[in-house]
Nanobody, 124 residues
Framework: QVQLVETGGGLVQAGGSLRLSCAASGRTFSTYAMGWFRQAPGKEREFVSRISRSGGSTYYADSVKGRFTISRDNAKNTVYLQMSSLEPEDTAVYYC?????????????????WGQGTQVTVSS
């Protein structure tokens, strides 16, 4: 069982930056690949980024590539999402999720555990 808690959301102007954190409980954090997803009102949950168990491989949605950076600290049981050059279209609730599988997956169904989400609002 893994419990995930996201923090770091908030209100920011377009062009600004935020760093989201996701703290995981338990001693098995390093056995999970971690992902970030987001869901805007009236839209489906969409993939944002993923990082492998060791942090050696990362993946990004085209919409955030070059602006967002995912990282993890296995000693702290935490995964991060550094978001820069934010746009109003990035406004959404952001969720972190854990996947025990090793093959890259960008569909929500691949992930076994989810946090409650943190709101990110980008004003124009």
């Amino acid at each position: 069982q893994v419990q995930l808690v996201e923090t770091g959301g908030g209100l920011v102007q377009a062009g600004g930056s935020l760093r989201l954190s996701c703290a995981a409980s338990g001693r098995t954090f390093s056995t999970y690949a971690m992902g970030w997803f987001r869901q805007a009102p009236g839209k489906e949950r969409e993939f944002v980024s993923r990082i492998s168990r060791s942090g050696g491989s990362t993946y990004y949605a085209d919409s955030v590539k070059g602006r967002f950076t995912i990282s993890r600290d296995n000693a702290k049981n935490t995964v991060y999402l550094q978001m820069s050059s934010l746009e109003p279209e990035d406004t959404a609730v952001y969720y972190c999720a854990a996947d025990a599988g090793v093959v890259h997956g960008s569909t929500p169904g691949r992930y076994e555990y989810w946090g409650q989400g943190t709101q990110v609002t980008v004003s124009s």
